[in-house]
């Protein structure tokens, strides 16, 4: 039984198995191209439903245009496993070959790096696997306050910053709009947070997310029409772990970058040599 363990161990943590994964994924990924293009309409309900709703429902009735998408978490997870053997193997001797401790800092800061990616992508995992929506749809129109259905919060949307396209390269894109920013103020009793929103640009408050849908106007003709946003709002189940993860990526920079300047200003080591070192 030991002996599988380690053989599978070993297996794990081989370069061998990230080449190949690796080279799976390129491959996976550009039949994931052919495959969504035309069916783009087939994967947008994903970020609403989440991945586990969407697998039952959408994926089940289209397998042949799906199946990429189920290849890709598969292989990921063996990404995954296999950084974290590889991680795990080199971070545990260091503990016994390392006598200072500046020297341990350093080359631990680098792994904590590799388990705080780790962290980072099973939070993303969990987000888009079980996403918790908290409602379909929100409007907000400027001057008026909204409701939260479900709390005692209240929206408003205090002012908008809407970039409209201007050029003679693309005329089909001329008076559109190209980029939008929102402020917006969430009010509960006599709290009051503002936030700004935007494209890819969500707002989180007290775990809700707030996420921009459509806004308008969209068009410069249209301007002097009262700007609204629609929002969708979700409990992200994975904030805590990729955030966790993000700030235990930061963390072990700090320690790298500080370690490396130190030793640079006493002219003892060489970044490059030490990082070969790790």
Same mark, same amino acid.
């Given at each position: 039984?030991?002996?599988?363990?380690?053989?599978?161990?070993?297996?794990?943590?081989?370069?061998?198995?990230?080449?190949?994964?690796?080279?799976?994924?390129?491959?996976?990924?550009?039949?994931?191209?052919?495959?969504?293009?035309?069916?783009?309409?087939?994967?947008?309900?994903?970020?609403?439903?989440?991945?586990?709703?969407?697998?039952?429902?959408?994926?089940?009735?289209?397998?042949?245009?799906?199946?990429?998408?189920?290849?890709?978490?598969?292989?990921? %997870?063996?990404?995954?496993? !296999?950084?974290?053997?590889?991680? =795990?193997?080199?971070?545990?001797?260091?503990? #016994? &070959?390392? $006598? +200072?401790?500046?020297?341990?800092?350093?080359?631990?800061?680098?792994?904590?790096?590799?388990?705080?990616?780790?962290?980072?992508?099973?939070?993303?995992?969990?987000?888009?696997?079980?996403?918790?929506?908290?409602?379909?749809?929100?409007?907000?129109?400027?001057?008026?306050?909204?409701?939260?259905?479900?709390?005692?919060?209240?929206?408003?949307?205090?002012?908008?910053?809407?970039?409209?396209?201007?050029?003679?390269?693309?005329?089909?894109?001329?008076?559109?709009?190209?980029?939008?920013?929102?402020?917006?103020?969430?009010?509960?009793?006599?709290?009051?947070?503002?936030?700004?929103?935007?494209?890819?640009?969500?707002?989180?408050?007290?775990?809700?997310?707030?996420?921009?849908?459509? %806004?308008?106007?969209?068009? !410069?003709?249209?301007?002097?029409? =009262?700007?609204?946003?629609?929002?969708?709002? #979700? &409990?992200? $189940? +994975?904030?805590?772990?990729?955030?966790?993860?993000?700030?235990?990526?930061?963390?072990?920079?700090?320690?790298?970058?500080?370690?490396?300047?130190?030793?640079?200003?006493?002219?003892?080591?060489?970044?490059?040599?030490?990082?070969?070192?790790?």
């Amino acid at each position: 039984m030991a002996v599988t363990l380690g053989r599978i161990w070993r297996i794990m943590k081989g370069v061998h198995l990230a080449v190949i994964t690796m080279f799976l994924l390129a491959a996976d990924m550009a039949a994931g191209y052919v495959c969504l293009k035309g069916n783009e309409d087939l994967f947008d309900p994903l970020n609403r439903l989440g991945f586990t709703r969407w697998s039952s429902t959408y994926a089940t009735v289209y397998p042949q245009d799906t199946w990429w998408l189920f290849l890709l978490f598969g292989l990921l %997870f063996i990404l995954a496993i !296999n950084t974290l053997t590889c991680t =795990t193997s080199k971070a545990l001797p260091l503990f #016994k &070959r390392c $006598r +200072g401790h500046g020297s341990l800092i350093l080359k631990l800061s680098m792994h904590v790096m590799h388990y705080a990616l780790i962290i980072i992508l099973f939070g993303l995992l969990a987000s888009y696997t079980f996403p918790g929506r908290y409602t379909s749809s929100l409007i907000a129109v400027k001057g008026e306050y909204t409701r939260i259905p479900g709390t005692k919060m209240h929206l408003e949307l205090i002012s908008s910053d809407i970039d409209y396209y201007h050029g003679n390269r693309m005329r089909y894109l001329e008076g559109r709009a190209i980029s939008a920013r929102f402020i917006i103020a969430i009010s509960s009793g006599e709290m009051t947070r503002t936030g700004t929103i935007g494209i890819n640009s969500p707002f989180f408050l007290r775990g809700l997310g707030f996420y921009l849908e459509d %806004f308008g106007p969209k068009n !410069n003709s249209s301007m002097n029409d =009262t700007p609204y946003i629609r929002l969708q709002i #979700k &409990r992200d $189940r +994975g904030t805590i772990i990729y955030l966790s993860g993000t700030l235990l990526f930061m963390i072990g920079l700090i320690l790298y970058l500080f370690h490396v300047s130190f030793k640079k200003q006493d002219g003892k080591t060489n970044p490059i040599s030490t990082i070969e070192e790790a």
